[in-house]
């Protein structure tokens, strides 16, 4: 199983500050990583696939970098829609998911 | 645009078998994967497993004893039994689309084993 490693656990920030989030695998995921966005009751929103690649009607705000086993999701400018849980995931063998990243205020 | 729209029992006593149902609106399961997937407070975000565009079936190794996915083409719904649940399986169980990772997704339903 390929273990994804989220950090920080909390990232505390303010709207308009750059949010930084690290997802590191335990083996090489080539590029097939995906990094969703969870509010709380709600399902979880994909953002970026493949690694870099936006989702539909994702905000150019979000981008995504990384290849092999460290990843990154960088928020430019927090909007206060964007304090929320952010997980990673990855697909080589079968899906396994990150623990999360906590965005607050 | 796609909407998932799922259902099933959402208190079970350990040992009973979870049952839950998910219907795809504006696509067609014969041109996707489909999957299961939970989330519990300990566990996070766990896989269950998926049936492929052919009707194929993977599952997550952890899992794997005690999970069945199914399609009703007819009715353009999917579906997932678990056996033998216990109090670790109570958690918010989805259905989703997607292989590589996951676009669509259900509105979530919360299980809960108890006795």
């Known amino acids: 199983e390929i273990v994804l490693t989220q950090s920080p656990a909390t990232l505390s920030l303010s709207p308009g500050d750059r949010a930084t989030l690290s997802c590191r695998a335990s083996q090489s995921v080539t590029s097939y990583l995906a990094w969703y966005q969870q509010k709380p009751g709600q399902a979880p929103r994909l953002l970026i696939y493949e690694a870099s690649i936006r989702a539909s009607g994702i905000p150019a705000r979000f981008s995504g970098s990384g290849s092999g086993t460290d990843f990154t999701l960088t928020i430019s400018s927090l909007e206060p829609e964007d304090f929320a849980v952010y997980y990673c995931?990855?697909?080589?063998?079968?899906?396994?998911f990150g623990g999360g990243t906590k965005v607050e205020i | 645009q796609v909407q998932l729209q799922q259902w099933g029992a959402g208190l079970l006593k350990p040992s009973e078998t979870l049952s839950l149902t998910c219907a795809v609106n504006g696509g067609s399961l014969s041109t996707f994967h489909w999957s299961w997937i939970r989330q519990s407070p300990g566990k996070g975000l766990e896989w269950i497993g998926e049936?492929?565009?052919?009707?194929?079936?993977n599952y997550n190794p952890t899992l794997k004893s005690r999970v069945t996915i199914s399609v009703d083409a007819s009715k353009n719904q999917f579906s997932l039994k678990l056996r033998s649940v216990t109090a670790a399986d109570t958690a918010v169980f989805y259905c989703?689309?997607?292989?590589?990772?996951?676009?669509?997704w259900g509105q979530g339903t919360l299980v809960t084993v108890s006795p």
């Open positions: 989703a689309r997607g292989y590589g990772s996951y676009w669509f």
């Open positions: 049936i492929n565009r052919s009707g194929g079936t």
């Open positions: 995931q990855q697909r080589t063998n079968w899906p396994t």
